[in-house]
């Protein structure tokens, strides 16, 4: 059966692949398994069917036969439990990339999405440059760690698995704003993981939705 | 072979059950896993060996044998995988957990975090009222959507299961604000949880830790 996943009909992000159905378009094209999308506006974000699939009312979320799923991170985990290729077999190895699933979304995504809803809401307050301080400040905590951890490495354990996939696309929420090229290992694992041709064919998929809304 | 968390030697939450190992204690105590707990003191988690454990210097941190695991999301998935209890048999019941475990933590807390955090490090900024005005306004737009998702059931998902241990504290962290009472399900939701004998045990543990600590 083929799972069908939500994605914005015209995505805030201009089909940049910011937007977290990325995450998951990625997830199916490194295991190779088709899926459908069901395009959502923002109005249809609050409706009534929408929130029975997500009560938090956002995407992507994961419809297959009687399943609904939302979160990015626990939709990953499941697509990696059905397909070979996101995780390693190896149990402890296993139950480290799922370590790494939870740190790219509950300690490093965290003061990045920060630093987004800031940009949007607090641009007309006196205030805006001194907090904004002090998130990068704390963004750059985190990526003092994280880079420290991946070194030399190509992947963060092991591997290419389904945290890289969340880790680069978490960073690459910092496009534009210099701080993940103030690392040079860091900027070279997000560049590592735009180059997979998996990456790719999701990347212009979820482009393709954004071009077809513009030039309707 | 028994598994070792590591704990504040001296939590900054006094032994209030607010610090992380709090949902790994609780997670052990209803599967009736013993365990050992390796304190650390605030400079020790800064220290290489403790980095070795978590790249971001925090607690919990689970250890068994060889495997070393961190972030408490992925330690409580680790152990429900392990332990009756904490999962549904079901695999799509399972997969629905799971998914509320990231819900938990990536979007329920993360504006509790920076409510928080804002408290600590803003509390001498002119504009420190208006900021929490509006990290208040975010934390109530996920209770909102929380609150009608549980209505009148006693958990998120099913029976108990692992992804209340991480709603019921992740609500606790709002303790003395009266945001949650605002929500009589949500309030009655953390009361429940509160009186389960496991989160006692666990509760107790952790106090215990504390009150060592503040008697030396």
């Known amino acids: ?22 995450r998951v378009r990625w997830a199916f094209e490194e295991v190779g398994q088709p899926y459908d999308v069901r395009l959502i506006s923002m109005k249809g974000l609050k409706e009534p069917e929408h929130r029975l699939r997500n009560p938090f009312g ?4 994961y419809e297959e036969g009687d399943l609904v799923l939302f979160e990015s991170g626990a ?21 480290r990339v799922i370590t ?27 205030w805006r440059d001194e907090h ?3 998130i990068e400040r704390n963004i750059r905590s985190r990526l003092d760690d994280l880079s420290k951890r991946l070194g030399d490495a190509d992947w963060i354990d092991g591997d290419f698995s389904a945290a890289d996939i969340l880790l680069v696309l978490v960073l690459r ?7 993940v090229e103030e690392y040079s290992n860091l900027a070279a694992y997000v560049s590592r993981g735009k180059e ?6 999701a ?8 071009e077809a809304a513009s030039a309707s």
Request: one cysteine or more; hydrophobic letters at 45%; proline letters at 6%.
């Open 1 to 22: 059966m083929k799972p069908t996943i939500t994605a914005f009909e015209c995505s805030p992000d201009e089909g940049q692949g910011l937007a977290r159905d990325m």
């Open 58 to 61: 956002s995407i992507p979320t």
């Open 75 to 95: 939709i990953i985990l499941h697509i990696a439990e059905q397909h070979e290729g996101l995780f390693p077999n190896d149990v402890n190895a296993r139950a």
């Open 100 to 126: 790494w699933l939870f740190a790219a979304l509950n300690t490093v995504e965290p003061p990045i999405v920060e630093w987004e809803m800031a940009q949007y809401f607090e641009k007309d307050k006196s």
């Open 132 to 134: 904004k301080a002090i």
């Open 173 to 179: 929420r910092l496009d534009g704003s210099g701080i």
């Open 196 to 201: 997979r041709a998996a990456y790719k064919r």
């Open 203 to 210: 990347f212009e998929a979820q482009l393709a939705v954004f």
